[in-house]
């Protein structure tokens, strides 16, 4: 997978399959996991995503609050009604909303799996729907945290774009992974000489 383009995938789409691919995404990222460290941005293969990748985003931490879409699939580009490549990862909330979500960018920049619970309201020509998305950290041959794969499980017609989200509630799935610290030894009072 390359950081241009964007992920189509299968355009097959079943929604009562949808927390399956959902839980799919997640658990492939957990299975490329070591010692509890996000794994490598290079190690994610489109392949192995096969049919949720219409449901996936790549994006690139600009700032520890602010992530950039830099691969989008169709699924997610079908609510905002174009292609999102360069695009902000705000542009699926409305205002304000934002706030909560540069706090869920962040907690994933420090390496923790973020799950959020979203709404979008119903208007004219717009049915309610609901979603749930997952920020799951990668790191750079650095080490470092760069960028963001993403998953959005969406339950609802789209209706007419474009439609952004709130937040229904947020959810910190998993904290960041402690670094490795040296055990402390302290002495036993009483102990054999």
Not at 13 to 19: E, G, L, Q, V, Y
Request: aromatic share 4%.
């Amino acid at each position: 997978m390359t950081d241009t383009g964007k992920f189509t995938g299968s355009t097959a789409f079943d929604s009562h399959a949808t927390p399956t691919l959902f839980a799919r995404v997640c658990a492939y990222w957990s299975s490329l996991r070591e010692n509890g460290t996000p794994p490598r941005r290079a190690a994610i293969e489109a392949q192995a995503l096969a049919d949720a990748l219409p449901h996936v985003f790549l994006a690139e931490l600009v700032t520890p609050r602010v992530a950039r879409l830099r691969i989008c699939g169709h699924r997610i580009e079908a609510l905002m009604g174009m292609e999102m490549r360069g695009m902000p990862l705000s542009v699926l909330f409305v205002g304000s909303a934002r706030d909560a979500l540069a706090e869920a960018v962040e907690q994933t920049a420090k390496g923790a799996r973020v799950i959020l619970s979203l709404e979008a309201e119903a208007e004219s020509g717009m049915p309610q729907i609901s979603a749930t998305l997952a920020l799951l950290p990668l790191v750079d041959e650095a080490g470092r945290i760069t960028r963001l794969l993403g998953v959005l499980d969406q339950r609802g017609e789209t209706g007419r774009a474009p439609r952004r989200f709130t937040l229904a509630r947020p959810v910190l799935d998993e904290p960041p992974a402690a670094p490795a610290r040296r055990p402390v030894l302290r002495v036993i009072p009483g102990g054999r000489r």
